[in-house]
């Protein structure tokens, strides 16, 4: 396959450690592409529920893919987000081609992106994180029991059912309806003079223009690595979304990752430093 040159690729929430993470998705799209920037908008590794029980040669390569990406020159910066968050004290660490941040403003052709995950506008992290913590083990145990819905609704002849987008889609329309997430996003960008705002965190791939009295911005949400497998990519002077499923027409499951295998760390430390030499 011939890489795709673009000027700036965005992926978040791939959640590297769970069983609903589609990381061979993940590893294949980013084959695909040759970004002069990728932008990893947070939980990109699920610290909460990382387990040494639980990390699949699949998820492995997908480290080793973004560090030989680095090593043909595309600057990464890794921004952090809740499920990742024990990397915040880690914030304006720099190696070689990567920057860990927890947010990003960056120049796109004369205009300003402003990149962040967006945790900080969800009220169930300001105020109850031991619920949060405790739904997202939940969600994981239901993507499981769903693949196994899935097999014998297959088996009958039924299409697919996603049990955890339905679940989570309604808590978070009404955590946006409490915290309004977008609006907040929307209204201080357009008070700093951004022209895009670029978030993750909600799990729903948006782009779209915000007008208001202040002005115009553009919100954009990268999606997940979950359910939606989509992306954001700026080229040209044109923002667009990827959507995995329909650009490489393929059915995805989690049932060939569910292999559990212990973290191949020695291999992960010998490329790291084979990359930073």
């Known amino acids: ?4 040159k673009i000027k700036l690729a965005v ?3 791939v959640h590297l450690g769970t069983y609903g993470c589609h990381a061979k998705a993940v590893n294949n799209y980013l084959k695909s592409i040759e970004p002069e920037i990728l932008v990893l908008n947070g939980d ?3 610290i909460w529920q990382f387990s040494k029980r639980y990390w699949p040669d699949s998820h492995m390569k997908v480290v080793q893919r973004i560090f030989k990406m680095m090593s043909q020159g595309t600057k990464v910066y890794y921004l952090t987000g809740n499920h990742d968050e024990m990397l915040r004290k880690f914030t304006d660490f ?11 403003v960056l120049d796109l052709d004369g205009k300003k992106a402003w990149f962040f995950h967006g945790d900080v506008f969800d009220i169930t992290m300001k105020h109850s994180k031991w619920l949060a913590k405790l739904g997202a083990v939940g969600y994981d145990t239901l993507i499981i029991l769903n693949s196994a819905v899935n097999w014998f609704s297959q088996k009958l002849g039924k299409g697919k059912v ?3 987008k339905r679940i989570k889609n309604s808590v978070k329309q009404a955590i946006k309806f409490i915290d309004d997430f977008e609006k907040t996003a929307t209204e201080i960008a357009l008070n ?3 022209d895009f705002v670029v978030c993750g965190h909600i799990h729903q791939p948006a782009i779209r223009d915000v007008f208001s009295t202040k002005g115009k911005v553009m919100y954009l949400n990268s999606g997940d690595w979950i359910e ?4 954001l990519e700026y080229h040209d002077g044109k923002w667009s979304l990827m959507n995995y499923k329909l650009e490489f027409n393929e059915e995805t499951s989690i049932e060939d990752e569910i292999n559990v295998k212990l973290p191949n760390i020695e291999a992960l430390y010998q490329h790291i430093i084979k990359t930073a030499v």
Do not use: C, V
């Not at 396959?1 to 795709?4: A, T």
């Not at 720099?94 to 990003?104: F, T």
């Not at 939606?228 to 992306?231: D, F, P, V, Y």
């Open 44 to 46: 990109i590794i699920d």
């Open 192 to 194: 700093n003079g951004y």
């Open 228 to 231: 939606n497998l989509t992306a």
């Open 1 to 4: 396959m011939q890489k795709r």
């Open 94 to 104: 720099r190696l070689g081609k990567l920057e860990l941040l927890d947010k990003l």
């Open 162 to 164: 996603s049990f955890s």
């Open 11 to 13: 992926i978040s929430d």
